[in-house]
C-alpha cells in the first residue's frame, strides 16, 4: 500500500491535493480552548482554522467519500458548556451534510472533576463522531457489524424473543436473531464503545496525549473506505490512522504541523511495515 507524508499546515497541504483524490478522511483534530504543546486557540480562532479546512475536505473527498471528525465538547467552568460544538455543527450542516450524528463511548473513562460529589454531574465519556458527505455516500455496514456474544445471544433466543422497545415498537419472536445470524453480527448503534487506554499500540504510548484509540480508526476506516482506496488524515499526530490503514490495505496521506510528532509518526509507520514484513515472511 502506498503512503503520503507531509510535514506542514494541513490548509496549505490540502489546497494542493486534487479535487476528489481521497475515499475517506478519517482525524481527530485539535479543540479550541485546550492546553496543549502545539499552543491554545480561542474558540473564534479555532472556527477561524476548521471553516476553511472543511471547505477543504469537502473538495478532495471523492463524490461517494466522506469525512469524519472526533470532537468532543468542553467547559468554560464545571456547570458551563462552551458552544463552540455545537455552532460548528450547525455551520457543518448548512455547508455540507451530516450523514447521522455517531459517538464514541470511551466507557473506561477516569473520573474528573465534574463527578465529584460536591459538583453532582456525570463523568465525560462521549466525543461526537461528526460524520460528513453526501446523502448516499459510501459505507460498508457489514464491515462493522456486532458479533454476539455467546451470553447476549442466549438472552436474545429466550428473554428478548418478544419484547416491547420503549418507542412502543415490538419484535416478532426470535426474528432480531435470525436477521444476526444470517447477516453475521448486529447492526451496530450509533455509539460506539471503544477503551482509550495506553497500550502500545496507541498515541499515547508514543508522546502524544490527545490520540486515538487505533480499534475506533479501524471501525471507522473499514466503514467508510473500500479496500485499497485512499484514507487521509490532515491532522495526523503520530500516526495511527496511518498504520491502521495500511494494515487495513488501504492507502493513506496524512499531514502534521509538528516537527516532533510528525517525526514519530515517520518511526512508527516504519516500525509497522517492518513487523509486517517479517510477520509475512515468517
Known sequence: ??????????????????????????????????????GRMTEHEWCTVMHPVVHELKRVVSARGSAMLILQANSRAVGSMRPWLWDFLGWCSRQ????????????????????????GLMKPSVKMCLWLGAQDCYRNQAEV?????????????????LRIHPSGLSMRPGRAV????????????NLIPVANSDSTDSAGAHGHGAG????????????????????????????????VANRLNRNFIG????????AIAKKRISEARKAARKAQSA
Open 1 to 38: 500500500m502506498t503512503s503520503k507524508l507531509y510535514l506542514g499546515d494541513c490548509l496549505d497541504i490540502l489546497k494542493q491535493l486534487p479535487d476528489g483524490c481521497v475515499d475517506a478522511v478519517v482525524t481527530d483534530p485539535p479543540y479550541p480552548e485546550i492546553n496543549r504543546a502545539y
Open 212 to 243: 486515538t484509540p487505533s480499534k475506533l480508526c479501524s471501525w471507522w476506516i473499514r466503514y467508510l473506505c473500500p479496500v485499497g482506496g485512499t484514507i487521509l488524515d490532515p491532522f495526523f499526530g503520530s500516526g495511527t490512522v496511518g498504520i
Open 255 to 262: 499531514v502534521e504541523i509538528d516537527p516532533e510528532y510528525f
Open 178 to 189: 435470525s436477521v444476526a445470524d444470517e447477516r453475521g453480527g448486529s447492526t451496530p448503534f
Open 96 to 119: 455540507w451534510n451530516i450523514v447521522q450524528d455517531v459517538y464514541w463511548w470511551n466507557f473506561t473513562a477516569p473520573p474528573t472533576v465534574h463527578a465529584h460529589r460536591t459538583r
Open 145 to 161: 457489524l456486532w458479533a454476539q456474544s455467546d451470553a447476549s445471544a442466549a438472552q436474545s433466543r429466550s428473554d428478548r424473543a
